[in-house]
C-alpha cells in the first residue's frame, strides 16, 4: 500500500486564494490526481480539515465533492494528538500497514524523522506544482 497524507491548506488552496475554502482551483486537484493515477496511492488526511469530518461542514463537503470529481477519496485520517504532524503520521504508520512506501504533501516542515525522506513541502503561496507532484511521485516509487 502506498500512501499519501495530504494537508489542505498551502497544498490544495494557497495564499494566491486566499486559502479559499471552496477549494476552488482544478490546477491542485489535478496535480494530486496525477501522482494518485501515477502510483495507486491511497490518500490519508492529516490537515486539521480533518477534525471536521465527524460532523462535516461546509469546508470538508467541498473537500469530498472535490476529490469525488477527480476520481478521489479519502481512505482514513491520521490521529488527533499532542505534538507535531510527524508525530501523528507515525502513530498512522505504526497502527496500520504494511505501507509500501509513502509522502507528505505539506506546506509546513514539522515532519519529525519524515521531514527529509517523505516530505514534499509546497509553497503555500501556490499550493501543490507540478514540480511537488513529480517529487511525490519519485518518493511513492522509491527513485
Known amino acids: 500500500m502506498k500512501i499519501i497524507f495530504l494537508d489542505v491548506d498551502g497544498v490544495l488552496n494557497s495564499a494566491r486564494d486566499r486559502y479559499s475554502l471552496q477549494l476552488e482551483n482544478d490546477y491542485h486537484f489535478e496535480m494530486l490526481k496525477k501522482i494518485v493515477d501515477a502510483t495507486g496511492a491511497k490518500i490519508v488526511l492529516s490537515s486539521s480539515w480533518r477534525i471536521g469530518f465527524h460532523a462535516p461542514r461546509l469546508p470538508e463537503r467541498n473537500l469530498i465533492e472535490r476529490l469525488e470529481k477527480y476520481g478521489m477519496e479519502i481512505m482514513d485520517f491520521t490521529p488527533c494528538m499532542a505534538g507535531t504532524r510527524g508525530d501523528e503520521i507515525r502513530e498512522w504508520l505504526s497502527n496500520n500497514g ?32 507540478e514540480k511537488d507532484a513529480d517529487k511525490a511521485i519519485k518518493i511513492l516509487k522509491g527513485e
Do not use: H
Request: proline share 3%; glycine share 6%.
Open 98 to 129: 504494511p505501507v509500501e512506501s509513502f509522502v507528505i504533501l505539506d506546506d509546513e516542515g514539522d515532519m519529525a524523522e519524515f521531514k527529509e525522506t517523505n516530505l514534499v513541502k509546497t509553497n503555500t503561496s501556490v499550493g501543490l506544482q
